[in-house]
């Protein structure tokens, strides 16, 4: 697999508990290469956890339950037949082994442009004075012309 950003599918999933005795989740992707890469998220009360249901919702959960998850493929709670968007990239365990890691988890989503009118709603006043105000005070960047030379006397 390589790294980057990858469309895949939810191959299977479930709970299960980490090293440190804490109940996490696991989702396995299965990317159009049909290579397959499984990410794990935390279930410990704080940050972790909630950049793992955020992730969860991504992926469909049709449930308040995450109890659920326990059932796998067979409870149905996680989107299988949808592309779902996944991050890849190379990092060092604790033991200094490099890896490839499920860094982020989200849906396929296209960006939205907006019009110059919407813009005009959604900016506030203040920022566009701000911009004003560094672009008086910063110093203006000079192109140098790389033809021209100072001539020197001799």
């Known amino acids: ?7 895949a599918k939810i ?7 980490s090293k440190a005795g804490n109940a996490s989740v696991f989702i396995k992707f ?11 998220g935390s279930l410990k009360e ?9 992730a ?3 992926c469909g959960l049709s449930s308040d339950d995450i109890n659920g998850l326990s059932g ?4 149905n709670l996680l989107i299988t037949d949808e592309d779902i968007d996944i991050e890849v990239r190379k990092e060092f365990d604790q033991n200094g082994v490099e890896r490839l890691r499920v860094k982020y988890v989200g849906s396929a989503k296209e960006i939205e442009r907006i019009s110059a009118e919407k813009a005009r709603t959604l ?3 203040s920022v566009n ?3 004003r105000e560094m672009k008086k005070n910063k110093k203006p960047k000079v192109k140098k012309d790389p033809d021209f030379e100072i001539p020197f006397g001799s």
Do not use: C, F, N, R
Not at 46 to 54: H, Q
């Open 46 to 54: 704080g940050k972790a956890s909630e950049i793992t249901l955020s």
């Open 123 to 125: 900016i506030p006043a």
């Open 11 to 17: 191959v299977d999933y479930g709970l299960s508990e």
């Open 72 to 75: 796998g493929l067979d409870s």
């Open 129 to 131: 004075m701000l911009l």
């Open 30 to 40: 299965q990317v159009a290469s049909g290579d397959t890469i499984t990410w794990y």
């Open 1 to 7: 697999m390589e790294v980057g950003k990858h469309l």
């Open 56 to 58: 969860l919702l991504e």
